[in-house]
T-cell receptor, first 114, second 117 residues
Framework: NAGVTQTPKFQVLKTGQSMTLQCAQDMNHNSMYWYRQDPGMGLRLIYYSASEGTTDKGEVPNGYNVSRLNKREFSLRLESAAPSQTSVYFC?????????????FGPGTRLTVT | AQSVTQLGSHVSVSEGALVLLRCNYSSSVPPYLFWYVQYPNQGLQLLLKYTSAATLVKGINGFEAEFKKSETSFHLTKPSAHMSDAAEYFCAVSDFSGWAAGNKLTFGGGTRVLVKP
């Protein structure tokens, strides 16, 4: 099992450019999440998908959109990147809807917006 | 709204000494609590979790945490630090909203542990 995979690992964008971060899991998990990590602030939830076909906003959704493409894949899109979106982005998944399974994290995408 | 506070953004310990990382939470519902570890340039890995069973929870790599409801705390300890424990540690509380929702986590700011030889 690869677990949770993310592409790309690194990305540099200019202000105003768009990009999509890809995430896939091979654990047959129902729920998937996108977080951003900034120094001293821990991880903050951007969007999540409790199950295939549903998505909901988290704590910091502004400037982002998501797509739950199928049970395995959950993508995060930046339509018009801003320097404030410079961060490390983590995708996570958890097993069964309604159960307190732990979340499994991908290796992260380090994004710099200049 | 739930929140998590981790006291001390950096902790320095000597190899072989006690590791104590503090976590306090606020939650309007019975809390479910987690400790995660992040090694440099990696994702987060679960150390242990509390889900209302035993108040003393044992995790991987010799770590344990005690849930104290009266103090709203979930401090992480390890009796003897090893060089390999150098990492960043995150406490998190679950917003468990029931069968229809996912298991959203609210994280503390993290504590970076430095282990001195």
């Amino acid at each position: 099992n690869a677990g949770v995979t993310q592409t790309p690992k690194f990305q540099v964008l200019k202000t105003g450019q768009s990009m999509t971060l890809q995430c896939a899991q091979d654990m047959n998990h129902n729920s998937m999440y996108w977080y951003r990590q900034d120094p001293g602030m821990g991880l903050r939830l951007i969007y999540y998908s409790a199950s295939e076909g549903t998505t909901d906003k988290g704590e910091v959704p502004n400037g982002y959109n998501v797509s739950r493409l199928n049970k395995r894949e959950f993508s995060l899109r930046l339509e018009s990147a801003a320097p404030s979106q410079t961060s490390v982005y983590f995708c996570a998944s958890s097993g069964h809807r309604g159960r307190l399974d732990e979340q499994y994290f991908g290796p992260g995408t380090r994004l710099t917006v200049t | 709204a739930q929140s998590v506070t981790q006291l001390g953004s950096h902790v320095s310990v000597s190899e072989g000494a006690l590791v104590l990382l503090r976590c306090n939470y606020s939650s309007s519902v019975p809390p479910y609590l987690f400790w995660y570890v992040q090694y440099p340039n990696q994702g987060l890995q679960l150390l242990l979790k509390y889900t209302s069973a035993a108040t003393l929870v044992k995790g991987i790599n010799g770590f344990e945490a005690e849930f104290k409801k009266s103090e709203t705390s979930f401090h992480l300890t390890k009796p003897s630090a090893h060089m390999s424990d150098a990492a960043e540690y995150f406490c998190a509380v679950s917003d468990f909203s029931g069968w229809a929702a996912g298991n959203k986590l609210t994280f503390g700011g993290g504590t970076r542990v430095l282990v001195k030889p």
